[in-house]
């Protein structure tokens, strides 16, 4: 993948399969990410039902190749770092810093690609979501937080605390297998 140009496509095995690139279908794969009720396969189904337009047979590849695209192509240096971030609870907060970056307000936009998005959410710069994250960074490596992070963390606790999702109903969990395919039989 070219850092110059916006696939639309990836291809395995010589063959280009078209995904779907607007932010919004990412972002609702990485919210299934975060789901504590979806394990591992519930996982790969979403991500692949949602990227791939039609789904390639080698899904171990097709996975591969969607968690590159996802990730821009940039590497992970494989070092675990504490969960500071969550798509869906921060959304109310990253979606205005975006729009500042961006000079446009994404959500009246009919399609945004998603490398679009993720480049101007990396440079996101002194914000409420930046000091968000901050508190949260902080936290999870047991520093000691400054006089002024300790009053915005009592300020904006709501905020500040990542949800841990409550347990979906019997009938919620029997949907969504139905609607993945992972109905048990």
Not at 16 to 39: H, Q, S
Not at 132 to 152: C, H, M, P, S, T
């Amino acid at each position: 993948m070219s850092p110059y140009d916006l696939p639309t496509s990836l291809t395995i095995h010589s063959r280009d399969y078209a995904i779907r690139t607007d932010f919004r279908a990412i972002l609702d794969i990485l919210i299934a990410e975060n789901d504590p009720e979806l394990d591992d396969i519930g996982k790969t189904a979403v991500l692949l039902g949602i990227l791939y337009k039609d789904v390639p047979v080698d899904t171990e590849e097709a996975v591969r190749k969607g968690c590159e695209f996802i990730d821009m192509g940039m590497k992970d240096d494989g070092k675990r770092r504490p969960r500071v971030m969550d798509w869906k609870q921060d959304a109310p907060v990253i979606i205005p810093a975006v729009n500042r970056v961006a000079g446009v307000e994404i959500r009246a936009l009919p399609y945004l690609h998603w490398w679009s998005f993720l480049g101007y959410y990396q440079e996101i710069g002194q914000s409420y979501f930046s000091e968000i994250v901050n508190v949260r960074l902080k936290k999870a490596r047991g520093e000691k937080l400054e006089k002024w992070e300790q009053d915005f963390y009592k300020d904006n606790r709501a905020s500040v605390d990542l949800n841990h999702e409550e347990e979906r109903s019997a009938e919620e969990k029997q949907e969504l297998r139905k609607l993945f395919g992972l109905e048990k039989r």
